[in-house]
């Protein structure tokens, strides 16, 4: 997938303003030009129009700009896949999330596979490290790579899950839901996962 020339502009930009903020020799000028390059990239990325608020939040980004980690648990139950329905649009998911400062991506997919699923579990294999620039999602603010885990469960006993989640459940590949494109596609996630469950001797996907 092609990222659209103008939202690649708006992170470029968007990164060198926050790596150019990251020094401390920075001089107040140069810290002047950076914020106001970071504005304009504010201003090219808020396509609902609260250009401030989105600068705030670019704010908040600090030391040298690297990609985002996302993290997803893959968890097989016999011939069925363990999905999670966001209550915000309704649509279906590989439990999963950001990765937290100072959390390991495996302890961090253990404990997003908990809260939104409420299913305890072990990481036993990293399946693919996606750009997913490069896979077919809609675009998004912020370059984002995504860690997917296989998971195993520790028990078959549901504890309950956060509010964000309305409803979890297993899907056999011939019985999927309506997916939430912006978190995982279905060739590149579902139909390849279910291929790496059957061929265990397969070596991690990236890019």
Same mark, same amino acid.
């Given at each position: 997938?092609?990222?659209?020339?103008?939202?690649?502009?708006?992170?470029?930009?968007?990164? @060198?303003?926050?790596?150019?903020?990251?020094?401390? $020799?920075?001089?107040?000028? $140069?810290?002047? %030009?950076?914020?106001?390059?970071? *504005?304009?990239?504010?201003?090219?990325?808020?396509?609902?129009?609260?250009?401030?608020?989105?600068?705030?939040?670019?704010?908040?980004?600090?030391?040298?700009?690297?990609?985002?980690? #996302? @993290?997803?648990?893959?968890?097989?139950?016999?011939?069925?896949?363990?999905?999670?329905?966001?209550?915000?649009? &309704?649509?279906?998911?590989?439990? &999963? &999330?950001?990765?937290?400062?100072?959390?390991?991506?495996? %302890?961090?997919?253990? %404990?997003?596979?908990?809260?939104?699923? &409420?299913? $305890?579990? /072990?990481?036993?294999?990293?399946?693919?490290?996606?750009?997913? #620039? *490069? +896979?077919?999602?809609?675009?998004?603010?912020?370059?984002?790579?995504?860690?997917?885990? /296989?998971?195993?469960?520790?028990?078959?006993?549901? +504890?309950?899950?956060? $509010?964000?989640?309305?409803?979890? /459940?297993?899907?056999?590949?011939?019985?999927?839901?309506?997916?939430?494109?912006? /978190?995982?596609?279905?060739?590149?996630?579902?139909? %390849?996962?279910?291929?790496?469950?059957?061929?265990?001797?397969?070596?991690?996907?990236?890019?």
């Amino acid at each position: 997938m092609t990222v659209p020339a103008l939202l690649d502009w708006a992170r470029q930009l968007q990164a @060198v303003a926050q790596t150019g903020l990251a020094y401390p $020799d920075t001089t107040a000028y $140069d810290r002047d %030009r950076y914020e106001h390059v970071r *504005r304009i990239a504010a201003e090219m990325l808020a396509t609902n129009g609260e250009v401030d608020a989105l600068d705030a939040r670019l704010a908040l980004e600090t030391g040298h700009a690297t990609p985002k980690l #996302d @993290v997803r648990g893959v968890v097989f139950r016999d011939d069925t896949l363990l999905l999670v329905r966001e209550r915000s649009h &309704g649509k279906w998911t590989l439990p &999963g &999330g950001w990765v937290d400062v100072g959390e390991s991506p495996s %302890r961090a997919v253990v %404990r997003e596979v908990r809260e939104e699923s &409420g299913y $305890d579990t /072990r990481a036993v294999k990293l399946l693919a490290l996606y750009d997913r #620039d *490069r +896979h077919a999602h809609p675009p998004h603010p912020w370059h984002i790579w995504k860690a997917c885990f /296989r998971c195993d469960l520790v028990d078959d006993v549901e +504890h309950g899950f956060d $509010d964000e989640i309305s409803a979890v /459940r297993f899907f056999a590949q011939d019985a999927l839901p309506e997916l939430d494109l912006e /978190r995982i596609t279905p060739d590149t996630y579902i139909t %390849r996962f279910f291929e790496h469950r059957d061929h265990p001797e397969w070596p991690t996907d990236f890019d």
